[in-house]
């Protein structure tokens, strides 16, 4: 590969990165997340399914070995939550934290998180952001019902949240392959 093909090459955007990544790079990632949001629709969602879900999510935890927290929920109502071995209290703010954005925006929390970053500045520089009630960082996904909308959100906290948010898209990719959703 020359030196001219290395330099084209668009390397990820990394949402816990600096200001200095190309605009291309947020741009892609934004399309890949959208992607997944039009992919990612299901046909229903029980609290039964809620279980399940979160269950898929306990196994590829503990399988990796991840110290993560899991939470599903509807609006004020916990469908499912675990702590796997080196979640912390911590975690828990963010689960929430992170599931009121989604839930608030209808999008993925690490969607909304950067949308914020392309219009030039950060989620938590609106004045409404409180960042102790909100936090746009990665882990957080409404999950939609074709033709309804989101009814639920799935989040995940423990990794940088990029990993936060393709853990719980795997997830959700499996789980909608598995049942036929």
């Known amino acids: 590969m020359s030196n001219d093909a290395a330099s084209t090459v668009l390397r990820p955007f990394d949402p816990d990165g600096g200001n200095d990544q190309p605009a291309e790079a947020l741009e892609a990632l934004i399309a890949k997340i959208e992607g997944e949001v039009a992919d990612l629709q299901f046909t229903r969602f029980t609290n039964d399914d809620a279980v399940a879900l979160g269950q898929l999510l306990v196994q590829l935890g503990v399988g ?78 409404p999950l939609y019902i074709r033709g309804v909308g989101p009814v639920a959100t799935v989040t995940v906290s423990g990794l940088p949240q990029l990993e936060d948010h393709r853990l719980v898209v795997e997830a959700l990719r499996t789980f909608h392959a598995a049942e036929g959703l």
């Open 64 to 141: 990796r070995n991840l110290p993560i927290a899991i939470g599903i929920s509807k609006p004020n109502h916990i469908l499912f939550r675990a702590a796997l071995d080196g979640a912390t209290p911590d975690n828990d703010f963010w689960l929430e934290a992170k599931s009121r954005v989604a839930a608030r925006y209808l999008s993925p929390s690490l969607l909304i998180g950067l949308q914020a970053r392309r219009n030039g500045g950060r989620y938590e520089d609106n004045p409404m952001a409180d960042p102790s009630t909100y936090a746009a960082h990665g882990g957080s996904f």
